[in-house]
């Protein structure tokens, strides 16, 4: 799954981690015959999975720059890649070159 996401994104091999980490993170979302169709993250947590928030791996993102000095007629967002989802708060991981 890692290696395809890898592929359609076209970004360089050294996400390879992220985008394990990111598919690991579906996987545990998903429903598996291993578990006769039922979902990983529901029968641990014991509460319903929410999936509205995934994005596309490798897919173009903006950072809004929060910095008091820009002027008005400034940028006020930095561009960059998605490359997962952030593990301590509820929010997006993105590279910006």
């Not at 903006?62 to 940028?75: A, C, E, F």
């Amino acid at each position: 799954m890692a290696r395809c996401m890898m592929i359609k994104s076209g970004i360089t091999d050294c996400f390879w981690a992220e985008a394990v980490m990111m598919a690991n993170h579906i996987r545990n979302k998903y429903p598996t015959s291993s578990l006769d169709g039922k979902i990983p993250y529901e029968l641990w947590f014991d509460r319903k999975v929410k999936i509205n928030y995934f994005r596309v791996f490798g897919s173009k993102a903006y950072v809004v720059n929060k910095t008091i000095s820009r002027g008005k007629m400034d940028v006020r967002s930095k561009e960059g890649f998605l490359v997962g989802y952030s593990e301590q708060a509820k929010g997006y991981r993105v590279y910006i070159p």
